[in-house]
């Protein structure tokens, strides 16, 4: 088992990666209060739950259950409300903590619940996705989408601790584990070449499932982003970085509609267009875009997307939130392992990275 600090002064806290981890030596502890509210979902609560339930009753706790349906369409302040009926229900007070488990959905709703009841009681993450250990659990962003927006409400609230167990991916299905290697790829991309070559030396054993690679990727992942985030925890410079290939992702996740493609998969073609437009640039050579592609198509990732009129296409990057004053910066690479921030490239050689990664015909 490795630990990992998130070093945010007063709050800072331990990411514990590994593969069957002792809930009651390491997790038990950072449990607060005497009521324990774990917000999860139809498909978690069935695999994991009792397991932690049980651990948390062993030591005298109180511990109650939320479980919410699955799906991203849940994420809306009417299921938000779902869990502030079960913390008022059962009588929990100020002293008590909220645990997800579940995804990077569970942890987004449980994390803003946690932060806006009573004005906030103790918070403890247990992502059971690739994409939430690597991504969601880290940081402190926590929120629920609106019908006119992802993600437009929300608050920070950093956790007590993430306790984060490979052995719990084994029941992911690939698709989602494929689209949280997406997310690990890209902190390789834009901060680490080292880390880069790990991957491209060990991508087929992540892809199997292998959780003694899983918590070296895991590890690697979030001390990146633990570290962008203790710098910049509100994001106002070098944590946009974490946008690579976000803001061409999102416009394919937006012409789609969300849920046909998961995020990670559009973030993988988004990267690949953010690589293409840094070799016209002159930044990366083009042996450097074949090794992103080659490296996304080992992982399973898609490194085509379907037809989209380029009109729409930017129309969706436009209302993406990188837009700062009238003006779309992107994150592109310098080179592999060195991403910036800037607004200072041709128009056309964008639309035409955009182009390049349409399936023809
Ligand atoms: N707060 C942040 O900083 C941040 C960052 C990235 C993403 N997000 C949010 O995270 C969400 C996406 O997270 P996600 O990719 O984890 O999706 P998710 O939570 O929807 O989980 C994906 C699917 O896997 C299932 N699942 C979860 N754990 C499982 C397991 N161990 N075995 C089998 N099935 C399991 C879930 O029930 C779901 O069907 C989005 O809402 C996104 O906005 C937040
Ligand atoms: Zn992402």
């Not at 920070?156 to 949280?180: H, N, T, Y």
Request: proline letters at 3%.
């Amino acid at each position: 088992m490795q630990t990992l600090y998130v070093e945010l002064g007063d709050r800072r806290y331990p990411i514990f990666i590994g593969s069957q981890l002792n809930v009651t030596e390491q997790l038990v502890p950072y449990i607060k209060g005497k009521q324990v509210m774990i917000v999860t979902n139809t498909t978690v609560a069935p695999l994991y739950l009792e397991h932690y339930s049980n651990a948390f009753k062993r030591i005298g706790k109180t511990v109650k259950q939320c479980i919410l349906p699955d799906g991203e369409k849940y994420k809306n302040i009417e299921y938000l409300n779902l869990i502030f009926d079960a913390l008022l229900q059962e009588n929990f007070n100020r002293d008590c903590t909220v645990v997800a488990l579940g995804g990077g959905v569970i942890g987004d709703m449980a994390g803003f619940a946690a932060a806006s009841f009573q004005r906030g009681v103790y918070f403890v993450q247990i992502p059971t996705t690739l994409l939430s250990q690597v991504d969601s659990s880290v940081g402190g962003k926590t929120g629920i989408n609106h019908s006119l927006g992802k993600n437009m409400i929300g608050a920070f609230k950093q956790p007590q601790a993430v306790f984060a167990d490979m052995s719990q991916l084994k029941s992911l299905p690939p698709r989602e584990l494929s689209a949280g290697l997406s997310e690990v790829i890209k902190y390789a991309l834009l901060g680490d070449v080292d880390f880069l070559i790990w991957l491209e030396a060990h991508i087929d054993d992540l892809v199997q499932g292998d959780e003694q690679k899983l918590a070296e990727a895991v590890y690697r992942s979030c001390a990146h982003k633990a570290k962008i985030v203790a710098n910049d925890e509100k994001e106002k410079g070098e944590r946009a970085l974490l946008n690579l290939g976000h803001t061409f992702g999102h416009a394919i996740e937006s012409y789609l509609g969300y849920g046909e493609w998961l995020h990670g998969e559009a973030v993988a073609v988004g990267m690949l267009m953010a690589a293409d437009l840094s070799c016209q640039i002159g930044w990366l050579s083009q042996q450097d875009v074949i090794r992103v592609e080659t490296l996304l198509k080992r992982a399973k990732l898609p490194i085509r997307y379907p037809s989209i009129p380029l009109e729409q296409f930017l129309s969706y990057m436009a209302h993406d939130k990188k837009v700062l004053e009238g003006q779309l910066r992107l994150i592109l690479l310098k080179s592999l392992g060195q991403a910036v921030i800037t607004a200072d490239f041709d128009t056309e050689k964008m639309n035409q990275a955009i182009l390049n990664y349409q399936i023809q015909g």
